[in-house]
Nanobody
Framework: QVQLAESGGGLVQAGQSLRLSCTVS????????MAWYRQPPGKERELVAS???????NYLDSVKGRFTISRDNAKNAVFLQMNSLVPEDTAVYYC???????????????????WGQGTQVSVSS
């Protein structure tokens, strides 16, 4: 089984920082892409940032220069450092992975996609 667990959300004031963490449990062999999505109140879920196994990153325009995504392949973890937060960043943030190979009891299986349960980030003005 492959499961994701996020942590690090909370309530902060505008201009402050938060660091989100996501760890992947299971007998992981490799993970292709990891990402953070968010869903603001009353809006669609959107991609915030993604990172490939090789370290290539991609960011939502509105967070460029403020957010940094990173990953620790040895620990099967992905992080999102969020600086200079603004009220518009308020959302539930979800961890996501695509293409995870894992040991399923001696066989190599692939989890095409998985989502975390989400963590709330609230930014007050």
């Amino acid at each position: 089984q492959v499961q994701l667990a996020e942590s690090g959300g909370g309530l902060v004031q505008a201009g402050q920082s938060l660091r989100l963490s996501c760890t992947v449990s299971g007998r992981i062999l490799s993970i292709n892409k990891m990402a953070w999505y968010r869903q603001p109140p009353g809006k669609e879920r959107e991609l915030v940032a993604s990172i490939t196994s090789g370290g290539d990153t991609n960011y939502l325009d509105s967070v460029k220069g403020r957010f940094t995504i990173s990953r620790d392949n040895a620990k099967n973890a992905v992080f999102l450092q969020m600086n200079s937060l603004v009220p518009e960043d308020t959302a539930v943030y979800y961890c996501y992975l695509a293409g995870a190979r894992y040991d399923a009891g001696g066989l190599v299986a692939t989890a095409r996609t998985r989502w975390g349960q989400g963590t709330q980030v609230s930014v007050s003005s």
